[in-house]
């Protein structure tokens, strides 16, 4: 259901640099951890960038998961160096224990369990290890409208439509703290990228899409 086609995939790669604004907020959380000497996954990959960026920046190793078979055959064009495998981030194929950080950038709305989701990070993570990553949720008073599928516009001028399944940010927070992770830093702020489509029949039960990115210790 949220597999990218080989066309959405390579328009959405072409036009991912716009979208790199919260890198550095993102990027202050990994040098705060430090990536050197670790074992570090990027958990939903696309292209495989990030995955490439760890390594120069002293990642013992790195590679990447995305349920996309386009994009990961995109991220094994462009690092033939990186191990990309095609993998639901709801059920890995990692031992327990496997990393030292998992790091995933607006990949965790568009599963349909985050439970099984945050179980499959907390299981895979080393004791003491970090996750970090960015995520959407939504602000409405319209309860009956959580867990659907929204169709959501990348950009403004020539826009990419994604369906992503939306949840109040409350949703996250305690599924995280259940699945065992320790919050250390939360920040959340308006998504100025991400536009729900006018078209979607509860679009003006939307208040605002924001981003939400934590800095979790298991
Ligand atoms: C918005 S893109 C982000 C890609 C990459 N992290 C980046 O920042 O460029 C979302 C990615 O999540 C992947 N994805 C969606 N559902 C997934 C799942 N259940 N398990 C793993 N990857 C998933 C998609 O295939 C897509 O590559």
Wanted: net charge negative; with cysteine; charged share 30%.
């Amino acid at each position: 259901m949220n597999k990218y086609s080989k066309e959405l995939a390579s328009k959405y790669t072409q036009g991912r640099d716009k979208y790199s604004g919260t890198d550095a907020k993102l990027f202050e959380l990994i040098q705060q951890v430090g990536v050197k000497d670790k074992d570090v996954l990027d958990l939903g990959c696309g292209d495989g960038r990030y995955a490439a960026k760890f390594l120069e920046m002293g990642a013992k190793s790195a590679e990447g998961i995305d349920i996309s078979p386009a994009m990961i055959e995109l991220a094994q064009e462009r690092h033939g160096n990186i191990e990309f495998t095609i993998g639901d981030c709801e059920n890995m194929p990692y031992k327990d224990e496997s990393f030292d950080m998992i790091f995933s950038n607006f990949v965790l709305h568009y599963c349909e369990d985050i439970q099984k989701a945050f179980s499959e990070i907390t299981r895979t993570l080393k004791k003491g290890g970090y996750f970090i990553g960015i995520f959407n949720s939504i602000e409405t008073d319209n309860h009956n409208i959580l867990h659907k599928q929204m169709p959501v516009l990348l950009g403004e001028d020539d826009p990419v439509t994604v369906h992503n399944l939306m949840r109040l940010d409350g949703e996250y927070q305690d599924t995280i703290k259940s699945s065992g992770l320790n919050i250390v830093e939360f920040i959340d702020e308006p998504n100025s990228y991400a536009f729900v489509d006018p078209n979607f029949e509860y679009y003006s039960d939307i208040k605002k899409l924001k981003n939400m990115i934590f800095l979790c210790r298991k």
